[in-house]
């Protein structure tokens, strides 16, 4: 598997992105989705990762950076195909380790407090990520939960 910076110009990227944004309005209600569009992946303050097996995308992940030593991390996707392969750890593991060269203290994300969010939840966790309150713009909302990571 290799993880490379992405640009997001891929059909299959876009077509991955479409499908995580799709599930997130299937599964949350409109108010909670919070996950970033095209447009707003590509910010000048959002690096995003995907990762292959050949010419086959397994997964994407992206950092958003929320002051200097503070990131959210956003858009953790695996491709159904790709799932239970440890295709997220990967991509979580690329994430920090390239939050912490960049200096930040911090990583958090928001997730989903829906059963379809438990997996994710559970990687999350088992990479150290405790419960926190909501950061940066978030609101107590039923619908998320938040986890942050020191690093």
Request: aromatic share 8%; net charge negative.
């Amino acid at each position: 598997m290799r993880i490379e910076v992405d640009d997001l110009s891929r059909p299959q990227v876009q077509a991955l992105l479409t499908e995580h944004l799709a599930d997130m309005h299937a599964t949350s209600p409109a108010e909670s989705v919070h996950a970033l569009d095209l447009s707003g992946l590509r910010g000048p303050d959002v690096s995003v990762w995907t990762a292959w097996e050949a010419q086959v995308l397994l997964g994407i992940a992206a950092l958003k950076e929320l002051s200097p030593d503070h990131a959210e991390l956003k858009s953790m996707r695996t491709t159904e195909a790709a799932r239970g392969q440890g295709v997220a750890s990967r991509l979580l593991g690329h994430a920090l380790d390239n939050a912490r060269r960049r200096g930040f203290a911090k990583v958090s994300l928001e997730t989903g407090t829906q059963d379809y969010f438990a997996a994710a939840r559970r990687l999350y966790v088992r990479h150290g990520f405790v419960e926190c309150p909501p950061f940066g713009d978030y609101v107590l909302d039923p619908s998320s939960t938040f986890f942050s990571l020191s690093l």
